[in-house]
Nanobody, 130 residues
Framework: QVQLVESGGGLAQPGGSLRLSCAAS????????MSWARQAPGKGREWVSA????????FYQDSVKGRFTISRDNAKNELYLEMNSLKPEDTGVYYC???????????????????????WGQGTQVTVAS
């Protein structure tokens, strides 16, 4: 069965860095685009970043562009999110998610539609505070 397991969350100071990982299993990881999304306390879940199945292109929400970097290692079935220059507003639970279509090429607005994902991890907490 499809499993997505996030790790790497924790407490960081403003301006600090964290690296999230998502271990995927139960499907052909290299055939699916993947995304990270987050949910701040008391708010709805929002898309953060996406990467094509082959890693050839990446997409970011405007608020994280230039600070976050999404990447993947298809040989290890892992997805990553490198987060730098963290801000308190980056606090939330971070989820990885699988595109519901395999080898599907989307534009940014399509990646941002959370209905386009069929499997989600359980999430990892990121807290940015001094």
């Amino acid at each position: 069965q499809v499993q997505l397991v996030e790790s790497g969350g924790g407490l960081a100071q403003p301006g600090g860095s964290l690296r999230l990982s998502c271990a995927a299993s139960g499907f052909s990881f290299s055939s699916y685009g993947m995304s990270w999304a987050r949910q701040a306390p008391g708010k709805g879940r929002e898309w953060v970043s996406a990467i094509y199945s082959d890693g050839s292109d990446t997409f970011y929400q405007d608020s994280v562009k230039g600070r976050f970097t999404i990447s993947r290692d298809n040989a290890k079935n892992e997805l990553y999110l490198e987060m730098n220059s963290l801000k308190p507003e980056d606090t939330g639970v971070y989820y990885c998610a699988r595109d519901r279509h395999h080898n599907y090429y989307r534009d940014k607005s399509s990646w941002a539609n959370l209905h386009e994902y069929d499997f989600w991890g359980q999430g990892t907490q990121v807290t940015v505070a001094s």
